[in-house]
């Protein structure tokens, strides 16, 4: 089962250097060149420093943004690539001035693991948002901004891989009881529908909302879970009825079928909020009618196409349109903490290595089942 690459002209590819003496080799599963489907390659991690956290990865979530950097969907993937910004796992080393964790603490990793620390975004803990040439990420990014040790020539490499090395500061703290394999999408899954409630007040506790989950996948009911734990009227949206039994499960109190119009004015000029998750070329204007006054459409998913709507949706009822993006470390452990308390997790399938190029294709043709995979790292390498 071959991968579906795109931009087969525009891509980065070169070896990994030899191994320095600040680093060390590590297993890790990826994709050697464009073209080439999932192998078990040797990467270089770097030796940890006197900020550091070394932990032994026992599970990665699969995101559908791993999918899009593998196949080079954005012709900016540099091969070889490690994906996976969704780990979780044990503390097998720190360095002297860690002081948040020891080894065996329970920690996830999330999308970013550096930025500038020091911007006006970054004071605030908003490390996602990084002024000074933006946050690192996970994987598929260069070191731009020195926290991270080993050949500063290198990209860095995700979460399939049996361990990482990241600076203290962009380390979640677990409970002991967490359930790992659960937990690990909640570091992007999670932080993807959080933030966006956090920035528009609905987990504040003072005010109760109309809010509206458009797609009901992996990430969408993800978000229908935490706005239905944060006590708010939680309306799911989908292109047609086959998942209202589903919606409704998760904690939907209302469905809207796209397609159908009474369905639409049932709900029409009433949502205060709606998290649009929906990563298919879609027309934004029919959901804007949704929206009250003041209401805003939050756009989650990774469209390369232009939106479609007119100014005249917004103006008369002062409507907005805007975007997030993950969230700072701030908002990801409270992100992390209020889902492991109130045992909000997405549902789950794991995985091992033999699966992965199977898995990889079901998610770029759509997740039907609105499930999230996690690759179990021990078993995989």
Known sequence: MSLPFNNLEVFISAPIPPCQDDEYEEAALGVANIGENFSKITINRPKVGENDVKFDV??????????????????????????GHELVGVVSEVGSNVTRVKVGSLVAVGCTIDSCME????????????????HTHTYNSKKTHGHIGGNQETQNFGGYSRSEVVHERFIVTLPDNTPLAKAAPLVCAGITMWDPLRHWGATKGDKK??????????????????????GHEVVAISRNDKKKDLA???????????????????????????LNTICAPHCVAKYLGLLRTNGTLVQLGAVATPLDFMNFS?????????????????????????????????????IDSSKVDEVYVKLSEGNSSAVRYVLDIEASL
């Open 209 to 230: 909302m109309k809010i509206g989950v458009a797609g009901v996948g992996g990430l969408g009911t993800m978000g229908i879970k935490i706005a239905a734990a944060l």
């Open 248 to 274: 409704t499960e998760k904690g939907a109190n209302h469905y809207i079928d796209m397609s159908d119009t009474t369905s639409i004015n049932e709900h029409n000029n009433s949502m205060d909020l709606i």
């Open 119 to 134: 911007c006006d975004m970054c004071e605030v803990g908003e490390e996602n948002y990084c002024r000074k040439g933006g």
């Open 58 to 83: 026992k599970y990665c979530g699969m995101c559908h943004t791993d999918v899009h950097m593998v196949c080079n969907d954005f012709a900016s993937t540099m091969y070889p690539i490690v994906p």
């Open 314 to 350: 917004l103006l008369p009822q002062r409507k907005s349109i805007a975007g997030s993006m993950v969230g700072g470390l701030k908002s990801l452990q409270e992100c992390v903490d209020f889902c492991v308390e109130k045992e909000i997790y997405p549902d789950i399938e794991i």
